[in-house]
């Protein structure tokens, strides 16, 4: 019995040894059939090429969304840090146009941190808005004599640009939120204008601010107040559905999103629970939440991009969003499928 083993394991052995080294050859012919063969070219922006992430040929992040006109505008950061380089390196904003929230059109960096002659640096997360038909761009920036991060808005007469600088100073800096003791706690700012054209501007990281808008948009209308919101760290979401806002927020880090509800965007907010989770292959986490043709959308970024996709060179991903009989929000599933063409 014992020969009969040892014979057995030295059968199985020799087998598998014939198995690996007959892959080893095949796995280098390959290689080798496939460095003689043209690279493989990047998707064309506007093919239909569905799946998450949504855009295949750029690293984009911190994604903001708008609907005008049956038509959906996407605004992301750009991450352009080097492969292996464990850093963020952000210095434009980029703008991708839908009809089906698959099919997606580029239009070649409407924004750059250079269109604000005041910052130095870090084209962070930011949101588009419309009214009175222009469109402002909320951006998130180092600023280049006040320490800190600062906020600076612009404005564009279409949602696709060029975009210049509103006012040409920011509208948050630093100095305005003397108590925070971090440089970059104005950050990620969320605009909403309520039914009565009440503008609102909710930005923050550890801290959530928020300040009334005069009608011109690039003006503060009152203090700034701020909100006291469950392990909150950064990127402040606010939109309404039937009647509730809803404001969501990363949380903790890695970040989750998770989401309170008011019947007032002035509160008070109660907090509800984690909304999406963490997506592993990227330390943070930055929400959209919009409606389209009678379906809403989550829109988020993760690192999934290969091979060199992470938390610095991360890729806007969207997923379905549904709500309960009581207004609170279903956990969102991510998945790598994203969503079906609009109809």
Known sequence: MQTNLSTLKTSVRTLL???LAALAGLTLAASAALAQTAPMAPPTLGAAVGGNPVIKNKYTADPAAMVQKGTVYLYTGHDEAPPRQERYVMNEWLCFSST?????TEHPVPLKVSDFSWAKGDAWASQVIARNGKFYWYAAVEHGSIKGKA????????????????????????????ND???WADIDPTVFVDAKGQGYLFWGNTTCYYAKLKPNMTELDGP????????????????EHNG???????????????YAMSKSLEGPWEYKGILNEVAGN??????????????????????GINPDGGSF???????????????????????????????
């Open 100 to 104: 089906d929230m698959v099919n997606w």
């Open 17 to 19: 040894g014939t198995r």
């Open 224 to 239: 700034i107040q701020t909100i006291k919101l469950p392990q909150f760290t950064e990127a402040p979401w606010v939109h």
């Open 244 to 258: 509730w806002y809803y404001l969501s927020y990363a949380s903790q880090f890695p970040e989750k999103i998770v």
């Open 282 to 303: 990227s330390n943070t986490n930055h929400q959209a939440i919009i409606d389209f043709k009678g379906q809403s959308y989550f829109i988020y970024h993760n690192g």
């Open 313 to 343: 060179r991360r890729s806007v991903c969207i997923d379905y969003l549904y709500y309960n009989k009581d207004g609170t929000m279903k956990r969102v599933v991510m998945t790598t499928e994203g969503v079906k063409a609009a109809k």
């Open 151 to 178: 906020i600076g808005v612009a404005v564009a007469d279409n949602p696709t640009g060029p975009f210049k600088d509103a006012r040409g100073t920011a509208i948050v800096s630093s100095d305005m939120t003397p």
């Open 181 to 183: 003791k971090i440089d």
